[in-house]
């Protein structure tokens, strides 16, 4: 297969805070259809050390891809490009100690010919959607989302459960390494949508308002319009999300065919 987006949407937001801790990559500003590494970060620490913590996740994760990429990445791979964050954030906590214990989630996906790899740490989500239906959804590394598959707590108590912030995985340093889930999916069809989000988006929907937010046929703008108005409106938290919408799916035999074709046409 050969898969091609359209133009992705990005946008990161402070909302109700005082300054925005979380990051996006890329920059909304420079972002095109070809690039191939999307990640959303929610920085955790206080004052501007979550803020560091986030860009710092970002700018690693795609220095690490980029100078050793070869070929497709992996869950080993992504989990080095971690491994690496850690690092990173050691050497700074050492020469800025006020800084210690900063932390970020991450919600990351690359876009491969065949698939879309997918990883996270913490409650950073990735949605697939198809007409408007969930048909992928990343599991939150929280201590209520532990609680509501061990069958503690319910779904409807889960919404507003006064613990719902905490997280079991974070990406910090190497006295606290941490593992990103990864999934790679080859199920992708032209007009799927991926969302990757902070948790600042998902409180501001539930995925029952996401799913009928999609359902509904406009363009991409008209999505980004009215997420970040909802989140403006519900959410206590800083936001940001990106929109990835699936263009075209070419399966290889098509290619082939094309080339042919196109050489035939010269003969």
Not at 12 to 36: H, W
Not at 166 to 175: D, F, N, S, T, Y
């Amino acid at each position: 297969m050969n898969i091609t987006l359209g133009k992705p949407l990005a946008v990161s937001d402070k909302g109700r805070r005082s300054n925005n801790e979380d990051c996006v990559f890329p920059l909304s500003e420079i972002v095109s259809a070809t690039d191939r590494l999307y990640m959303v970060c929610d920085g955790v620490g206080g004052s501007s050390r979550g803020e560091v913590a986030s860009s710092m996740a970002c700018d690693v994760i795609n220095t690490f891809f980029l100078t050793f990429l070869k070929g497709e990445p992996d869950a080993d791979f992504v989990n080095k490009a971690i491994q690496y964050v850690e690092t990173c954030f050691d050497t700074y906590t050492n020469s800025h100690p006020e800084a210690y214990g900063m932390a970020t989630t991450l919600a990351l996906t690359y876009v491969m010919p065949s698939a879309v790899l997918v990883a996270h740490v913490g409650d950073s989500r990735v949605y697939q959607f198809r007409k408007g239906k969930i048909i992928y959804r990343t599991e939150d590394h929280s201590l209520v989302n532990s609680w509501l598959k061990l069958g503690m707590i319910t779904p409807e108590e889960a919404v507003n459960h006064p613990k719902k912030n905490i997280i079991l995985r974070a990406i910090q340093g190497k006295k606290r390494p941490t593992e990103a889930e990864v999934s790679v999916i080859t199920d992708i069809q032209p007009g799927d949508i991926f969302l990757l989000c902070s948790d600042g988006v998902i409180e501001g929907f539930t995925d029952e308002e996401l799913e009928e937010l999609f359902s509904s046929r406009c363009p991409l703008d008209n999505y980004k319009e009215v997420l970040v108005e909802k989140c403006l409106n519900k959410s206590r938290d800083n936001f940001s999300f990106y929109l990835l919408p699936v263009e075209s799916v070419e399966k290889t035999e098509s290619l082939k065919q094309n080339f042919l074709s196109f050489l035939y046409s010269f003969m």
